[in-house]
T-cell receptor, first 112, second 114 residues
Framework: GQNIDQPTEMTATEGAIVQINCTYQ??????LFWYQQHAGEAPTFLSY??LDGLEEKGRFSSFLSRSKGYSYLLLKELQMKDSASYLC?????????????WGLGTSLAVNP | DGGITQSPKYLFRKEGQNVTLSCEQN?????MYWYRQDPGQGLRLIYY???????QKGDIAEGYSVSREKKESFPLTVTSAQKNPTAFYLC?????????????FGPGTRLTVT
């Protein structure tokens, strides 16, 4: 079956760096998304990786290793506003369709 | 400005009543999706539609119904058959197969049924 694992909670300090890991088991992998979701709000798109390697976008970077079924989201120079849940989602082929499976999210608390 | 709107933001209903949640998008996206989010759980797909007048069940469609009469609109009805309707409901849209691939989300509707 299809499965995604992320840590449930993480804590970090303002100004520091934090890495949020995501491992997945899917067949027909077709890309991996990271979203940020503040409490009570909608998820907002952060990154999309379909090839191996690191994609950098400002303070946020996302890495993918398809052979290991592994991704991470790296947040640098943490700010208080980065306190949120970070959702990993994998796009995969299911017959003639493409489907999206979501992880449970990692709740990040940034402390002063 | 293009985007997805959901209304209302908060909705309260009595048990046994059907309720319809609105979702409208002006992004010209072909596909629209309804998700449910409960505390400690990931997003679970209720229904999705890839073209007008067609829709498919997601993973937890029981107790819900949808329609897609216009490209811009994808309302979700939570029926009295849904056992645990209290949740945060999110609508999303994209155009599958073409970049950008990500789904864009509306602000969500928090439904409370007592």
């Amino acid at each position: 079956g299809q499965n995604i694992d992320q840590p449930t909670e993480m804590t970090a300090t303002e100004g520091a760096i934090v890495q949020i890991n995501c491992t997945y088991q899917t067949s027909g992998f077709n890309g991996l998304f990271w979203y940020q979701q503040h409490a009570g709000e909608a998820p907002t798109f952060l990154s999309y990786n379909v090839l191996d390697g690191l994609e950098e976008k400002g303070r946020f970077s996302s890495f993918l290793s398809r052979s290991k079924g592994y991704s991470y989201l790296l947040l640098k120079e943490l700010q208080m506003k980065d306190s949120a849940s970070y959702l990993c989602a994998v796009f995969y082929n299911a017959g003639n369709n493409r489907k999206l499976i979501w992880g449970l999210g990692t709740s990040l608390a940034v402390n002063p | 400005d293009g985007g997805i709107t959901q209304s209302p933001k908060y909705l309260f209903r009595k048990e046994g009543q059907n309720v319809t949640l609105s979702c409208e998008q002006n992004l010209n996206h072909d596909a629209m999706y309804w998700y449910r989010q409960d505390p400690g759980q990931g997003l679970r797909l209720i229904y999705y539609s890839q073209i007008v007048n067609d829709f498919q069940k997601g993973d937890i469609a029981e107790g819900y119904s949808v329609s897609r009469e216009k490209k811009e609109s994808f309302p979700l009805t939570v029926t009295s058959a849904q056992k645990n309707p209290t949740a945060f409901y999110l609508c999303a849209s994209n155009t599958p197969g073409r970049p950008p691939y990500e789904q864009y989300f509306g602000p969500g509707t928090r439904l409370t049924v007592t």
